[in-house]
């Protein structure tokens, strides 16, 4: 079965590969020319463990290919997938719609008959049936159908998120139909997993539009909620890693996602969670708790940037601080939302000297972070002269380090784990100031 893919971004390039690995006939479409020349030329764009080989090992096989052109594509799909960017628009929760509305607007030109049109990307409610609207007035004549794929890929870990997902959900027009070629065409594409029978989730076209943002949204919640327990643990004694493996045992709740950190980031949860307050404010049932949580954790970065100048002392303008981890969380080069962004411009403005680090992210760092930052090339490098060490993303390789290693290293001995990977007795024991979030110090 041959496939279209509209968009060479990350969920893209992703299902892309993944689908041909299932057995289809892929191709992507990219429109931006330099990204589909480094795409032809091999490269991927994008760091994600394992898909460069993937992506390698379908072209050879010849079941993936690259393209600027639709028209030729779709004359010999029987699927699209519309995979492109729904950006939050400037100045408004709003999913900013005008790359799918523009991929429809392509689509209509160009489909042949019984075409499937699948919507991948992140779409607010009733985007389904505005894609559907484009195409039928554009075509009155034409048959096609339509249905909604979200994706529930976590950067990192995507291509097994792809290949074994909890659940594949798939919203159609009409969920009645128990044999419209809709459904059928998508049950044969998602045939090759283990047990598709019991994963694949049918229902209608906005409860899968919604599924995708309540899941999300739940989770950003979920962390949000953790953060503010171990707040709260802090401040009464009591340990967020004992109080969230008791809350995590219950099954009902699951010990995922109770993690406290720097406050949630990357390019879902800050932009659905927006995206799903604003949906619910235009229905008029708007969703305090999602509201909250978007606040909560905005206040949060701030709130964590200001600890770290409080445990500074007067002195911060000669102090150095080694920032371990940029991005917003570990196995990815993604920094857009990063806690980092917050954070650390405001101990720049403060006067601390920044010393960074982190093991994919400098590249995109360099040019949202503030001037006069230095990159390191290593933790210990970072760690340098540095009187105060922060870690913002919990990167294995900083995971061995030892107090052995930095103590030579640093001038100062505060650290703040905002990420919880060392062992709090392990530092005080070897003399060190050892801060971490959940637990009063
Ligand atoms: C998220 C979802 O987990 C995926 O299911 C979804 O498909 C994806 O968004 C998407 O919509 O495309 P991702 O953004 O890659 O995936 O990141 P997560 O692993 O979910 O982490 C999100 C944020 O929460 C990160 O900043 C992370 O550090 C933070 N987090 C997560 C915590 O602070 N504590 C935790 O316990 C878990």
Redo the contacts with the bound molecule.
Sequence with gaps: MHITMIGGG??GLVSGACLAAFGADVTVIEHDPTRLDRLKAGEVPIYEPGLEDLIAEQRQAERLTFSGNLAPALQKSRAVFIAVGTPTRRGSGHADLSYVHAAARAIAAHAPDNLLIVTKS?VPVGTGRQVAAIVRQARPELTFHIASN?????????IT?FMDPDRIIIGLEDISDTTSPARSLLEDLYAPLKEPKSRLLFMGLESAELT?YA??AF??M??TF??EMADLCEATGGNITDVTRGMGMDPRISA??????????????PK?TQALATSARQAGTPTQLIETTIAANEARKRRLAERVLTLAGDNIIHSTIAVLGLT???H?D?MR???SLTILPLLHEAGATLRVYDPQGMEAARKLLPEGITYAHSPLHAAEDADILLIL??WPEFIPITPAQLAPRMRGTLILDY?QIWQEKTWRDAGFRYHCLGMRH
């Design positions: 990350y969920v992140t979200p994706e529930f890929l976590r950067e990192g870990h995507a998120d995708k899941a999300n989770l950003a979920k962390v953790a953060n995922h996602f109770l993690t406290p950190g720097p406050g949630y980031g990357g390019s879902c949860f659905d917003f969380k570990a990815t993604d939302q990063a806690p993303t919990e990420r």
